[in-house]
């Protein structure tokens, strides 16, 4: 528990450039890291930005792969998820255009797309460290309720919750709001060697509650982090108001 939304973001940040750092990475081992968008990474983005540019961290032996995207809009549409991760970090850090991995939510082929990212994050060896923000609803990813908590990398329909609280990166329009994505399972994420999710806010006060003092359930599925070996919870003060 830190005080604020920031030191979370600094925490955080501080948290993945020492687990890069000691895992030494270089041309024949790379760091794999699992990320997501969203507000709440956002301070922790602004911060791995600044290690890079103060020369404290390079990116160039790290591989990373987002944890979902929409479906039917286009790669450059200002809300894809491409769009965010390209502006809010990677076109500031030293990574690789191609070892920054996003789902393509227009392939010709969904279903393939899907199992070809599995195989992807399989050949990298595996996520060392994934990132994660939680939904209102306790999604992780697009990981909505209902969904199976052994998923894997698939399509899913967008449940109304979601699509009304991302409403707010769409001028508030729910119609522009795209109702498919495609995201890793739960499953997935729990492959991760390490997983690290930040809550903040008074108004995610519930959802973490429910996420490490609820049962684990499929209808809220980041409690399913209760059942990893090695996840790591960061919150402000403001987010444990329901502890
Ligand atoms: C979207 C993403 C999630 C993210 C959530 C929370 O639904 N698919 O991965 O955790 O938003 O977003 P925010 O951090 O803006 O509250």
Redesign the pocket.
Known sequence: IENTAADVGFWAAKYIKRKILDFNPGPDKYFTLGL??????MGTYQKLIEFYKAGKLSFKYVKTFN??EYCDIPRDHPESYHSFMWNHLFKHIDIEPENAHLLDGNAPDLDKECEEYERKIVQAGGIQLFL?????DG????NEPGSSLVSRTRVKTLAQE?II??ARFFGGDIAKVPTR?L?VGVGTVMDAKEVMI?ITGAH?AYALHKAIEGGVSHMFTVSAFQMHKNTIFVCDEDATMEL
Request: glycine share 16%; hydrophobic share 35%.
């Open positions: 997501p968008t969203g507000s709440t990474p944890m979902d994660g923000g939680i939904g209102p999604h992780i990813a697009f979601t609280a991302n994505a995201t930040l995610k």
